[in-house]
T-cell receptor, first 113, second 115 residues
């Protein structure tokens, strides 16, 4: 049973650029959620995808968007990067309801300069 | 909106001793789930223990147990026989029910384990 894999592990971008982060969900999991974890903070929910559709969104602007593919893998896209977007981005997969918990990846550390 | 509060930014415990991490939450729902996650320097969130709000019995996983007080909206984690490998950030998280479920995390408690 494979876990959640995220790529890349680290990334440096310039303010105003666009970035795409990738996530492969755990085998058997059909739901993917993305979280933003600023330094010294707990993760904040960005959005969730189920059956290739957005199924819940946190308090993030539209420049944060995502995709889920038929194999349940997912992408997080951020346009017009701002300095405050610097954070650890965590992907979590689960079965539909997530009642038994979520499996997290090791995250992508994004630095915006 | 639900909120989760962890009032202890840092805790320290000696190896083999017991430590309790505190967590309180605010919600108007009666059915929900609570979790404790561990985040070591590797950054990956690891599920430690989960509690279903409709179950009065406190969850236990080996050396880890919780004290769930639903009326007080309190969900503390007790780690017994602490080990060096327990050193990490610990996050308390709340999961709402419904189709668009999400986790709401606290700000975390950094646990140090000393010899």
């Amino acid at each position: 049973e494979t876990g959640v894999t995220q790529s890349p592990t680290h990334l440096i971008k310039t303010r105003g650029q666009q970035v795409t982060l990738r996530c492969s969900s755990q085998s058997g999991h059909n739901t993917v959620s993305w979280y933003q974890q600023a330094l010294g903070q707990g993760p904040q929910f960005i959005f969730q995808y189920y059956r290739e559709e957005e199924n819940g969104r946190g308090n993030f602007p539209p420049r944060f968007s995502g995709l889920q593919f038929p194999n349940y893998s997912s992408e997080l896209n951020v346009n017009a990067l701002e300095l405050d977007d610097s954070a650890l981005y965590l992907c979590a997969s689960s079965l539909r309801g997530g009642e038994f918990g979520y499996t997290f990846g090791s995250g992508t550390r994004l630095t915006v300069v | 909106a639900q909120t989760v509060t962890q009032s202890q930014p840092e805790m320290s415990v000696q190896e083999a001793e017991t430590v309790t991490l505190s967590c309180t939450y605010d919600t108007s729902e009666s059915d929900y789930y609570l979790f404790w996650y561990k985040q070591p320097p590797s950054r990956q969130m690891i599920l430690v223990i989960r509690q279903e709000a409709y179950k009065q019995q406190n969850a236990t996983e080996n050396r880890f147990s919780v004290n769930f007080q639903k009326a007080a909206k309190s969900f503390s984690l007790k780690i017994s026989d602490s080990q060096l490998g327990d050193a990490a950030m610990y996050f308390c998280a709340y999961r709402n029910t419904g189709t668009a479920s999400k986790l709401t995390f606290g700000t975390g408690t950094r646990l140090q384990v000393t010899l």
